[in-house]
Every structure is written in structure tokens, then in C-alpha cells.
């Protein structure tokens, strides 16, 4: 329920002024702690940053590079998927069995991994040569 209420709160604070779909995200960090983020859209469309990216950084720039569950929320009729990048972004913090909840203003969840929002993630193994 934490995750749930950081992520709501922040996508309140999403600055939408194009799309205006606004997206929450908070993750657990390894330690406990809650880090949210929400989209930020530029007038140099795409060159904005994603709920989840925002909470990644907010993570990272809090000392903690492991992601333990993450929450994603937006205002649309089906639970929201994060988009491809913000999938990479995700494995590169987390294990892939770790849970991901999607939900929607209304209440709808859809409980996932990050495994399976990106089967065959490239990590950094794939760059080791061997």
C-alpha cells in the first residue's frame, strides 16, 4: 500500500502540459526506502522522462542501486505497461523475478515481473566478450 500511495501522490505532480496523461511510479529500494517519480514532458517532444526514470534516479541518487518492487499507475482503462525503455531501465536495477504492480485510478491492478515485462533483457553479461 506504500508504493501505492508514493505513486499516486507523485502523479499528481506530473508535469503533462502536451499528452496530459499523467504517470506515478515508486519503487522499493533493497534498504526499505521509497523512492517515486512522475513524467516530465518537454516541448522538445520526446526528450521528456518517464515516471519510472524519475523514480530510478531518485533511487540512485539516494545511494541504492537495487530495486526490491516497483509501482506504476496512470489514469487509463487498462493498467499500464512501462515502455520499452523504462523496461531496460528497470532490469538494469532488479532481479527479473521482482514484482511489478500496474494499476489504474480506478483500483484495477495486473501484478507482473520485471522478468516478464522484459524476457531477454540485455545486461551487462551480454557485453562481457565471452
Same mark, same amino acid.
Given at each position: 500500500?506504500?508504493?501505492?500511495?508514493?505513486?499516486?501522490?507523485?502523479?499528481?505532480?506530473?508535469?503533462?502540459?502536451?499528452?496530459?496523461?499523467?504517470?506515478?511510479?515508486?519503487?522499493?529500494?533493497?534498504?526499505?526506502?521509497?523512492?517515486?517519480?512522475?513524467?516530465?514532458?518537454?516541448?522538445?517532444?520526446?526528450?521528456?522522462?518517464?515516471?519510472?526514470?524519475?523514480?530510478?534516479? +531518485?533511487?540512485?541518487?539516494?545511494?541504492?542501486?537495487?530495486?526490491?518492487?516497483?509501482?506504476?499507475? +496512470?489514469?487509463?482503462?487498462?493498467?499500464?505497461?512501462?515502455?520499452?525503455?523504462?523496461?531496460?531501465?528497470?532490469?538494469?536495477?532488479?532481479?527479473?523475478?521482482?514484482?511489478?504492480?500496474?494499476?489504474?485510478?480506478?483500483?484495477?491492478?495486473?501484478?507482473?515481473?520485471?522478468?516478464?515485462?522484459?524476457?531477454?533483457?540485455?545486461?551487462?553479461?551480454?557485453?562481457?566478450?565471452?
Amino acid at each position: 500500500m506504500e508504493l501505492e500511495t508514493a505513486a499516486r501522490a507523485v502523479r499528481e505532480n506530473a508535469y503533462v502540459p502536451y499528452s496530459g496523461f499523467r504517470v506515478g511510479a515508486a519503487l522499493r529500494g533493497a534498504g526499505g526506502a521509497v523512492f517515486a517519480g512522475c513524467n516530465v514532458e518537454n516541448a522538445a517532444y520526446p526528450e521528456g522522462t518517464c515516471a519510472e526514470a524519475g523514480a530510478i534516479a +531518485a533511487m540512485v541518487a539516494a545511494g541504492e542501486t537495487q530495486i526490491a518492487e516497483a509501482f506504476v499507475i +496512470a489514469d487509463s482503462p487498462e493498467p499500464v505497461s512501462p515502455c520499452g525503455g523504462c523496461r531496460q531501465k528497470l532490469a538494469e536495477f532488479a532481479a527479473p523475478d521482482t514484482p511489478v504492480t500496474l494499476a489504474t485510478l480506478s483500483g484495477e491492478t495486473r501484478r507482473t515481473t520485471v522478468g516478464a515485462l522484459l524476457p531477454g533483457a540485455f545486461s551487462d553479461a551480454d557485453m562481457s566478450g565471452t
